[in-house]
């Protein structure tokens, strides 16, 4: 009899030797003359556990990890096939472990579960209900339902989502659009990446609905060209849901087309601001564009156009689905919903965490984290990217939600969390943001193609002890340009760590002699 | 996709197909320029007048777009591309050592390729693997938690 093992195709888990792992596991099931089928599931988020192995058996999934080849004929001594618990590295089920546990999946309920290839097993776990539901319903009403739930910008504006929709409805146009920002570039997130790996139809889903509701029949998503696993899946799902009937000229029926189309970004980060990604599709520079005009109004090839985020779209089915109400239960304040956050950076536990809105840096970091990889303790935290500002731990216990990140002058953004123990260098930290904004500059405005090149001078002064009281001055004085001049978020936001940096961990901007750890000589 | 190292020598008539194979579509200049650098390993600038031709631009805007993007070579990279993530988790995790480890060993620095034209090593800002910190590429495989050590046994293999 045939036996199933799930075994992930994650990119996480291909980095840390799952596809070793199913070789291994075909060559046992050849010399021993075992049946063995094994799906490419999605990751459950939990890497260091990565790679996975999930076995089917009567009494459920039962899950063994963190896996090597050398580990395979041992755990199938050890009856793994038959959810045997002798051995090291058996873990139970999956569902029961307390990262799991106590998370609450609403986006990311079938990642790690289902077959991503497979659209009937996306039917059989709850997929499409959403959109059956939509196609029921008038745009408007799609519409309200998506405002109602609270749904805001998952990318990292936090701009609410049927506002945004209401916009490009209300526009007449022979043409509209649904672009999805798949442009994941973020230090510290993988979301976006989970879910196309994992369940890539529920961001065709997503997006479909979209289209249903503002009366778009044309949609594009622009993925980084660092996740090709992502696009590939992407490309999988579109042909089965075209193939379906669930994309192409009659939706489900509904006598409403929508098509969908991939394309690949190029290694510019700056296209993951929205009117940047919007010319790189139209096939030229990643220049930003300025605003107004909105996108809604004016976006891809001058067309009304409604772009979101990943995590954004695959909110949305859910909401559908399941009504409005019961999506705004969760979180708190004016961020309704779940937030799927990502533990990154020096933590022993990383992957992904979705809780409700309100739950505090601590809590993630602690209860779920488990503290640092290394053991050492945690000196400073950044939240939400390279444009995020650095916690120090005294800060640790702001909740993760829009308007209290902003009270304590940082972000969520896309949910990223990097901790860093007491070995960083917040001065080499600062200098980094300054860095990468010159690296990533898409040169179009002053404050950001210059200021950038300048910060990382003047902030090598400050380190080298030149003049330092003066060009800690100066620091500021060009941080505030940045953030009230710039065009757009990255000029305007690469402040942030620079000056979280400066406000919490004045310290390691004041040392008396350059230190040559290896990490300073490697910036100079 | 992921700036692999050249699969065939640079050839116009071939390059003139790709992009007439890809002209029709809605901003077909990013689908042609990664279509070329995917074949050839890189994107010959003697192509940019024929892009210019095809799709009627002006050849300043094929080769503005050409060289905006840190995916589009200008030349043919090594036999093995080695990517090293640069980004803020990474250095949480000692990403900068290693990446300094990496140009001591194979004796370039970041951007370059060896003079036996062999590794060819880049930096990339995030490989979306940030929970299995410091993580690099060789062509285009994949891998997490990469010490000094295992990326001397990574290159060796490659040897």
């Not at chain 1, 199938?76 to 873990?91: K, M």
């Not at chain 1, 479909?208 to 503002?214: D, H, M, R, Y």
């Not at chain 1, 809105?357 to 950044?382: C, S």
């Not at chain 1, 065009?487 to 406000?503: D, H, I, K, M, N």
């Amino acid at each position: 009899m045939s036996i199933t093992l799930y075994l992930p195709g994650d990119s996480g888990a291909l980095a840390l030797g799952a596809d070793e792992v199913v070789t291994a596991l075909q060559v046992e099931a050849l010399t021993r003359k075992l049946d063995l089928k094994i799906i490419r599931n999605g990751s459950r988020g939990l890497f260091w556990l990565e790679p996975m192995l999930e076995v089917v058996t009567p009494a459920g999934r039962i899950a063994y990890g963190p896996v090597t080849p050398h580990d395979v004929a041992g755990l199938i001594d050890d009856d793994c096939l038959n959810g045997g618990q002798n051995h090291p590295l058996y873990l139970g089920k999956p569902e029961e472990i307390p990262y799991l546990k106590n998370q609450e999946r609403l986006t990311f309920a079938r990642c790690g579960i289902i077959d991503p290839t497979d659209i009937e097993d996306y039917i059989a776990h709850e997929g499409y209900r959403g959109l059956k539901a939509a196609i029921r319903m008038q745009g408007a009403a799609i519409v309200e339902a998506v405002t109602e739930s609270g749904l805001r910008g998952r990318g990292g504006a936090g701009f609410p989502t049927g506002i945004k929709w209401k916009t490009v409805l209300g526009l007449e146009a022979d043409q509209k659009y649904i672009v999805c920002n798949a442009d994941e570039g973020d230090s510290g997130t993988f979301a976006d990446r989970m879910i196309m790996e994992g369940d890539p139809f529920l961001l065709v889903e997503g997006m479909t609905i979209a289209g249903l509701a503002v009366g778009a029949t044309k949609g594009f998503i622009y993925i980084r060209s660092e996740y090709p696993d992502a696009y590939r899946q992407l490309e999988t799902a579109i042909v089965a849901a075209n193939r379906k009937g669930y994309l192409g000229p009659d939706v489900m029926g509904s006598g409403k087309a929508f098509q969908l189309e991939l394309r690949l970004g190029a290694g510019a980060y700056i296209c993951g601001e929205e009117t940047s990604l919007l010319e790189s599709l139209e096939g030229k520079r990643g220049m930003v564009r300025a605003k107004p005009p909105l996108p809604a109004i004016k976006g891809l090839f001058g067309k009304p156009t409604v772009i979101n985020n990943v995590l954004s779209f695959v909110a949305v089915p859910t909401i559908l689905d399941k009504g409005a109400t019961f999506y705004k239960d969760f979180g708190m304040g004016r961020s309704r919903g779940t937030m799927p956050l990502q533990l990154a950076g020096n933590i022993r536990h990383g992957g992904l965490v979705e809780k409700a809105f309100g739950i505090t840096l601590r809590q993630v970091i602690e209860d779920f984290g488990g503290g640092t990889a290394t053991g050492k303790p945690i000196r400073a935290v950044q939240v939400g990217g390279p444009l995020g500002a650095y916690f120090p731990t005294s800060l640790l216990d702001t909740p993760l939600d829009y308007e209290a990140m902003a009270a304590a002058k940082g972000m969520l953004g896309h949910g990223g969390i990097v901790v860093f123990d007491d070995s960083v260098d917040l001065a080499l930290q600062a200098r980094f943001a300054m860095e990468f904004c010159a690296i990533e500059s898409c040169g179009k405005c002053t404050p950001c193609r210059i200021g950038s090149t300048r910060g990382v001078e003047v902030i090598d002064r400050i380190i080298n002890n030149e003049n330092r009281e003066k060009n800690m001055v100066l620091l500021g004085d060009l941080c505030d340009t940045m953030l009230d001049g710039s065009l757009c978020a990255l000029g305007g936001l690469t402040p942030f760590p620079v000056q979280s940096a400066v406000r919490h961990f004045p310290e390691d901007f004041n040392r008396p002699q350059p230190q040559r750890s290896a990490g300073r000589a490697a910036a100079e | 996709m992921s700036g692999l190292a050249a699969a065939r020598s640079w050839d116009n008539d071939a390059a003139l197909s790709i992009v007439q194979e890809k002209k029709n579509l809605d901003g077909a200049l990013m689908p042609i320029l990664h279509a070329l650098n995917d074949e050839f390993g890189y994107v010959d600038a003697s192509v940019v007048p024929i892009i210019a031709e095809e799709l009627n631009l002006s050849r300043a805007e094929v080769h503005g777009v050409l060289t905006f993007y840190h995916d589009f070579r200008k030349a043919p990279a090594g036999r093995h591309v080695i990517k090293i993530c640069r980004a803020e988790s990474c250095q949480s995790m000692a990403g900068r050592e290693l990446e300094e480890h990496a140009k001591r060993h194979l004796r370039v620095e970041m951007g370059e390729t060896s003079p036996d034209k062999k590794f060819t090593l880049e930096a990339v800002y995030c490989l979306g693997l940030c929970a299995c910190s410091p993580a690099m590429t060789i062509d285009g495989k994949l891998h997490g938690r990469v010490t000094p050590a295992r990326f001397d046994a990574l290159v060796a293999e490659k040897h």
